[in-house]
């Protein structure tokens, strides 16, 4: 009896400290993709909402409630991945009752799932699924504690084969993880691969942010920092670490916007290193003429590379607001005598595009020009 | 020329797009450990901080300045590893300017790391770093979409030996993500073994919560699912995914909190398959008589398992409003003639504790009694 009463306190004690109001669900995906959402902010005097499925800088706002919880239902919403946040007196936060959160590099944002046929391409199917593998390591290029997260195709553990390996990069808003939480890079490959449209290859997602603070000139090092991390310490490592095909042929780099322009720039400048090539929606903040001069040796020989480059993919949609700089890049690459493939979307700046992108590349890789 | 000003253009349009003031830093650790945290919230009328270095329930407000920054210096802090968020209006929101974060099953919460000699244990050095690998399954067991997080000892991609396997659970705030990000599981056990202290091993952290939503009746049956999810799933993926040593001797299992619980009930009922057993703050809401109805076969034999079970470790803080409960759960061992090592710790029911605890056990673990 006195074990009882003295159990019975405990849990009371545990009630007491957590004095819990009904749990808030948010966001109810109901039958006809309409969502709602829903926040508690009994002190809040507005809160509103904003997510990637509306035009940008626009929010709606939340009603509240009697007993402080704001709600709002929208749409119905296309089926895709989309984040969102709530804004609260004006400051951004995430959803508190949503698991799904994009880490991000400037602060994190809720994440919904619409699923539909749209989008089955990155939706969990019940196939076997590969691997995502998170390391810590001690640069010793760039003398910094870093991140990396390798994805390993299914079926990796209990191989014995060696596989060909893709870099991929992210943009400058996100962080190492991003390209498995947003970017489902390891869900497009598991179905990609169940489809029997892939070569089983390794996914290496690095940290671009080689550079975490400082002034403008700092930053402006970054993508120099990084390509030495890369090529000094990230690829060893995962040559080191995983049963890997050595040699230009079984090595891939692409990434987005920021990773983008880093894997069109250290690319060029390593030919000899990387066969396949992937630039989406390139972020390219220097000029064209900063842009030829600094390749101007690659350029020069033009076509010759055509033999080592067996693909060099370009993506962008039609309303990016760097289209015509990618536009412009390609321009003198073509001048250059350099093949590429250009794909131009319909949409902007957006993971929507990146993930469609990944997709589409990830068949072509580590096969013969056709 | 006219590369060059599209260029530009797409600059400014990028510039116009994302109107950016200057950068916040937050938090700001002083070399005095006083730690200056920073929100911009031009709207909101109120900004309040928490922490877990303060006293429960307690919040210290922000001051505004004039371009809508708010801030305040708190401390001198002890060196640890906190979770904070802010409170806009009242609502919590985490620290956007802050990468760390702490993922939990009830909303984000910012992590402010303050070095210092008595937490040198977990934080990171120069050596050689496991790696921690996510899988997503699919659960035979309780037909769900899971997720587990998987630490491998450093050595081991390049080893060919086989390793035990410690089970490691998280509490009830906690996903799966908890051990590696606030628990720093993998730290603490690349510095013991850095240190010589450490049997290399396999830590396997699950996610806990098998039930994600539904009614109390639902989730009353939490541990009863995540058992036949650990023993129908887990344990055989990661016996057919790693090189594991199998076998009773080589298997452990521990948990803080939910998961003590959950280590306790489950290691009771398959003495067979657990020879080290960890019990960290266990939460036991059930009544004592209940727990000894429940485990009366294995009570009844009592001293009989001693030699099956090579270390049953308890561990709670003086604090914890736990700590009578588990009281009486020992006595109940105790009394069955079952041999347990107790650890009764300053402080109560927080990650500080649980990091400790981790610390002390995991050296404890595939070695014989003495």
Redesign the interface.
């Known amino acids: 009896m006195r074990?009882?009463m003295?159990?019975?306190?405990?849990?009371a004690?545990?009630a007491q400290?957590a004095p819990q109001p009904p749990?808030v669900?948010s966001p109810e995906i109901l039958a006809d993709a309409r969502v709602t959402f829903r926040?508690?902010?009994?002190?809040?005097?507005?809160v509103s909402l904003r997510g990637e499925w509306m035009a940008?800088n626009t929010t709606v706002p939340l009603s509240k409630a009697t007993d402080g919880l704001w709600s709002v239902t929208v749409g119905p919403i296309e089926p895709e991945l989309y984040t969102y946040s709530f804004l609260?007196?004006?400051?951004?936060?995430?959803?508190?009752?949503n698991?799904l959160?994009k880490?991000?590099?400037?602060?994190?944002s809720s994440m919904v799932d619409i699923l539909g046929p749209p989008v089955n391409y990155f939706a969990?199917r019940?196939v076997p699924?590969g691997?995502?593998?998170?390391?810590?390591?001690?640069s010793q290029s760039i003398h910094a504690?870093r991140r990396v997260h390798v994805y390993t195709p299914p079926g990796y553990?209990?191989s014995k084969d060696a596989y060909p390996v893709l870099y991929l990069l992210h943009g400058s808003g996100d962080?190492d993880a991003e390209w498995?939480t947003v970017g489902r890079a390891?869900?497009i490959s598991d179905n990609l691969f169940m489809d029997g449209r892939l070569r089983p290859m390794i996914i290496v997602m690095p940290d671009g942010h080689a550079v975490k603070?400082g002034d403008r000139e700092a930053r402006a090092r970054n993508t120099e920092l990084f390509e030495a991390d890369l090529m000094g310490d990230i690829i060893p490592l995962v040559e080191?670490?995983?049963r890997v095909n050595p040699g230009h042929d079984s090595r891939a780099i692409a990434g987005l916007s920021m990773g983008g322009a880093q894997s069109l720039n250290i690319s060029l400048r390593h030919l000899d290193k990387f066969a396949y090539i992937g630039v989406f929606s390139s972020?390219?903040?220097?000029?064209?003429?900063a842009f030829q001069k600094e390749h101007a040796a690659v350029l020069a020989k033009g076509a010759e590379w055509n033999k080592q480059i067996r693909l060099f993919w370009v993506g962008i949609g039609k309303d990016d607001?760097?289209l015509?700089?990618n536009k412009?890049m390609l321009d003198?690459l073509k001048q250059a005598g350099i093949q590429t493939d250009f794909r131009e979307t319909p949409g902007g700046h957006t993971w929507k595009n990146w993930r469609v992108y990944l997709r589409d590349f990830l068949p072509r890789l580590f096969r013969e020009r056709p």
Not at 39 to 46: D, G, N, S, Y
Not at 91 to 96: A, E, I, K, L, Y
Not at 103 to 108: D, K, L, Q, S, Y
Not at 131 to 138: A, F, G, K
């Open positions: 074990f009882l003295l159990a019975l306190l405990a849990a004690a545990f400290r749990p669900v926040l508690r902010a009994p002190k809040a005097t507005e940008p609260v007196d004006g400051t951004s936060t995430v959803d508190p009752a698991p959160l880490e991000g590099n400037r602060g994190p969990w019940d699924h691997t995502v593998h998170v390391h810590h390591y001690n504690n553990e209990s962080t498995s390891g869900m603070s080191k670490t995983y972020g390219i903040f220097g000029s064209t003429e607001f760097l015509e700089a412009n003198t």
